[in-house]
Nanobody, 120 residues
Framework: VQLQASGGGLVQAGGSLRLSCKVS????????MGWYRQAPGKQREFVAH???????NYANSVKGRFTISRDNAKNMVYLQMNSLKPEDTAVYYC???????????????WGQGTLVTVSS
C-alpha cells in the first residue's frame, strides 16, 4: 500500500492550494482517510479527515477555510486550502486507516508529505 501526496508549493497569504493524495495497492477497505500537518519545530497535528461512517472532521484552526473531498472510485482524497495563512506553513501528510489483509485489523499508513509554504 502506498499513499502519494502532491500539490504543495509556495503561495502568498490569502491564496489557495489544492492537495491530492492517491492510495494504491491491495486495499480491501478504507476506514479513515485525511490529512495531518507538521510545522517546523512542532508536533504533527490533525487537519481533516473522513471517518469510517462518512462524516467529516476538521481541526478548529482550518474550519471554514479548508475543504476535504474524495473520489472513492479512484481512492483519492483532496484538500482544498483557501485563505491560507503563514501559520498554515507545514509539511502536509496524507493519512489512512485501511485494511489490506483479510486476516488482520486495519492499519495506519502515511504518505511522504508535501510542503506547503505560505508567505506573508
Amino acid at each position: 500500500v502506498q499513499l502519494q501526496a502532491s500539490g504543495g508549493g509556495l503561495v502568498q497569504a490569502g491564496g489557495s492550494l489544492r492537495l491530492s493524495c492517491k492510495v494504491s495497492g491491495g486495499i480491501l477497505s478504507i476506514n479513515f482517510m485525511g490529512w495531518y500537518r507538521q510545522a517546523p519545530g512542532k508536533q504533527r497535528e490533525f487537519v481533516a479527515h473522513f471517518t469510517n461512517v462518512g462524516s467529516i472532521n476538521y481541526a478548529n484552526s482550518v474550519k471554514g477555510r479548508f475543504t476535504i473531498s474524495r473520489d472513492n472510485a479512484k481512492n483519492m482524497v483532496y484538500l482544498q486550502m483557501n485563505s491560507l495563512k503563514p501559520e498554515d506553513t507545514a509539511v502536509y501528510y496524507c493519512n489512512a486507516w485501511l485494511k489490506d489483509d483479510s486476516t488482520a485489523p486495519s492499519r495506519q499508513y502515511w504518505g511522504q508529505g508535501t510542503l506547503v509554504t505560505v508567505s506573508s
